[in-house]
């Protein structure tokens, strides 16, 4: 079954939004932002760390 690159996209931009939200504005530890990121996206903590460097350089890049 192929996966929607729109659907991971906006999941992507949601999770990075979310992790902005607790890591900056809620000044939670990042370590605990990507726990309570894995819990929320049902995903493991190595994916969520994953997706958000992908995200962040991924912006760098468009900036």
Known sequence: MPRDN???ESRNKAILDKYK???EVKRIRSDE???RLSEMFFL???T???IL???KTKKK???
């Open 44 to 46: 493991s903590e190595s």
């Open 33 to 35: 932002s990507i726990k």
């Open 53 to 55: 460097f992908k995200m």
């Open 21 to 23: 939200e607790l890591y």
């Open 61 to 63: 890049v468009i900036e």
């Open 6 to 8: 729109k659907l991971l």
């Open 48 to 50: 969520v760390s994953q």
